[in-house]
């Protein structure tokens, strides 16, 4: 049964989309329930992004020697342990702990899906394949987040019980349906295993494959991902604590998100990939969503401002598959290393949205937002200095 298959991994990236948001609309609820402080709701995620940042690249390097789906599926049944964790939790300490496990095994699910889409797409159709993977991902977890949202008005404890059986499942799909791509493993001894596993030596191997117009890349992936994640964590908060809102209407949000989402992608991002330079294309992408957010800052209408919010979650998931489609540009680099930095650098930007989002809401409410804008504002300047320096090369 094991095969070979980009179309299978988009099947079961679509699972793992999917079930893994379940607990997200819950997250507030659950929070609040235990009693615990405002911030958490940041300080939880921060804690799955730190590990996530720390061992990506880690992950990228690992998987040269066991194989990508291999390690999907060991990550998988990590990510259903950690999960467990989260459910069970009754204090922050506790809540922290299980994000950190979860992000350990989140890096490597998201590294090595990417991975497994690099080595196995067709030539000069990675970066198509890429963007089609964002896309599931976006619009499967909306949907995602909308039965995680009904099944918490049920009950918080089923919901996580039963995101932990779809987690565990799907691992053992990844082991029983996929199989690697026939290239060349690399037999990594106890000691290099240890020497991987050190994340600041991992991030500083990247050094090797480092330019200016890579590193320029990178602050772009901080940026954006800091506003994405400010504003996210942030409005997830938002409407609960101060609207009210139910579990279910935070998944039913996202459920309208996900069509739109997929309707900007299917056309707009579709359109950017084969018509245009990606890399010219993301300013006025970044440039919506900077408009977008200050907006979103000024609206204070129940109504106006759900609107707006919907419609600027499916404008901002156009920048994520082009970011994405960049890294197979840089073809002549060690594409594990160049992936787990990728996502190594996503994370940071997680980390500090996270956890600055948790933080100043108790200062007040709508700072993130504002903050938010002010990262798509520095990604879009930089943007224009690394379109600058490509210019000037070619």
């Known amino acids: ?16 989309s999917l079930v893994a948001n379940f607990a997200h609309p819950i997250t507030p609820t659950f929070i ?16 799955m992004a730190i590990t996530n940042f720390a061992f990506s690249p880690f992950w990228g390097k690992i998987s040269k020697s066991i194989g990508a789906s291999r390690l999907m599926g060991i990550c998988f049944l990590g990510y259903a342990f950690a999960q467990g964790l989260f459910g069970s939790a009754t204090t922050e300490l506790q809540i922290g702990i299980a994000r950190m496990v979860g992000g350990f095994f989140i890096g490597g699910i998201t590294v090595n899906q990417i991975l497994y889409i690099m080595e196995n797409s067709e030539e000069g159709k990675s970066g198509q394949n890429l963007a089609t993977n964002v896309t599931i991902n976006v619009v499967v977890a909306a949907f995602g987040y909308m039965i995680g949202g009904f099944l918490g008005n049920m009950s918080i404890p089923l919901t996580f019980m039963i995101q932990v059986v779809g987690l565990a499942v799907n691992g053992v799909l990844y082991w029983v349906l996929l199989k690697d791509a026939e290239v060349q493993r690399e037999k990594l001894t106890f000691k290099e295993v240890l020497h991987n596993s050190n994340p600041f030596q991992a991030i500083l191997d990247a050094r090797s494959i480092m330019t200016y117009v890579i590193a320029l890349f990178l602050i772009i992936c901080v940026s954006t991902q800091f506003a994405t994640t400010c504003y996210e964590q942030c409005f997830n908060y938002f409407i609960k604590d101060q609207y009210g809102f139910p579990p279910s209407y935070n998944g039913l949000l996202k459920a309208a998100v996900g069509l739109i989402t997929m309707l900007a992608n299917s056309t707009i991002c579709v359109y950017l990939m084969k018509k245009t330079d990606i890399f010219k294309s993301l300013i006025p992408v970044l440039s919506v969503c900077f408009g977008m957010m200050v907006s979103i800052i000024v609206l204070d209408s129940v109504i106006p401002f759900i609107i707006m919010n919907v419609v600027f979650f499916g404008f901002n998931a156009v920048y994520q598959p082009l970011l994405q489609a960049m890294i197979s540009k840089f073809s002549n680099k060690d594409n594990g290393i160049m992936v787990g ?22 200062i007040g409410p709508k700072l993130s937002f504002v903050y938010s804008a002010l990262a798509f504002l520095i990604a879009i300047v930089v943007g224009l200095l690394m379109n600058k320096k490509l210019a000037d090369q070619k």
């Not at 049964?1 to 793992?16: E, I």
């Not at 930095?341 to 108790?362: K, Q, T």
Request: aromatic share 18%; proline share 0%.
């Open 32 to 47: 609040q329930d235990l009693g615990l402080h405002d911030y958490m709701f940041g300080v939880a995620f921060a804690c």
């Open 341 to 362: 930095l990728f996502n190594s650098m996503r994370s940071l930007g997680m980390v500090g949205g996270s956890l600055f989002a948790g933080f100043i809401y108790e």
């Open 1 to 16: 049964m094991r095969k070979q298959s980009v179309h299978r991994a988009f099947l079961l990236w679509g699972l793992y």
